[in-house]
Each structure stands twice: as structure tokens, then as C-alpha cells.
């Protein structure tokens, strides 16, 4: 999967937005928060990070190529790995579930701001 599929899907969102950060990296959030994080190169051993469902989150990390994410783990964030086996599939399952669990968490009259279809 390249950035700019990871860009496209997750602007597909309602709400969601872009954001360079920290000088390389690629954010997308919803409500001012994160729910995707990404390089801006194709050079990082990691493809992406994002938030995972918390009753998921030790299943996932036992499989090769997905870590905890640094910084961000005790927040049960995960981080994939270009090497992982992961189907386009999956990822937009994974991607998705972030996204729902940043939005669920934003405060009631942001919510209400984003209008979701």
C-alpha cells in the first residue's frame, strides 16, 4: 500500500483532514484528533500507526509486522509494518475501526459538527 492510498481512503471519512507534522509525517484526523499517522516517504520501516480496538490489541501485536506503536502503545496505537501480511481488506478494516474510535471520543458538539452519511 502506497501514501497515497493510505491519503485517498482516509479522506474518504466525513471530517476527516491532513496535516504534515514533525517534518516527515503524514497525519489524518477527525475533530482535531489523530486516527492515522504515516511517513511521508516510502522509507520508513513503518507503513502507518493508528488506534486499535482495545480488546484486539494484544491479538495484533502477536502478529509479524505489527508492533506496538512507539510513544503511543499504553493508548493501545499499533504500528504496521511494511513487511506485515496484511490484506488492502483488513487494512481498511483497521483504518476504519481507528477512525470510529477517535470520533466516538470527540467531544458531543464536535461530533455533531461533522456530518456523516
Do not use: H
Request: charged share 25%; hydrophobic share 40%; net charge neutral.
Amino acid at each position: 500500500m502506497s501514501v497515497e492510498w493510505i491519503r485517498d481512503f482516509c479522506l474518504s471519512f466525513p471530517g476527516a483532514a491532513e496535516e504534515i507534522q514533525w517534518e516527515s509525517s503524514l497525519l489524518f484526523k477527525v475533530g482535531g484528533k489523530i486516527f492515522v499517522l504515516t511517513g511521508t516517504n516510502n522509507f520508513s520501516e513503518n507503513l502507518l500507526s493508528l488506534k486499535s480496538d482495545p480488546e484486539k490489541f494484544e491479538e495484533l501485536i502477536e502478529r509479524e509486522g505489527i508492533i506496538p506503536a512507539p510513544y503511543l502503545a499504553r493508548n493501545k496505537w499499533i504500528s504496521i509494518q511494511r513487511s506485515a501480511n496484511i490484506k488492502a481488506s483488513e487494512l481498511k478494516d483497521l483504518i476504519r475501526t481507528s477512525y470510529n474510535l477517535v470520533f466516538a471520543k470527540l467531544p458531543r458538539k464536535v461530533r455533531e459538527g461533522i456530518i456523516i452519511n
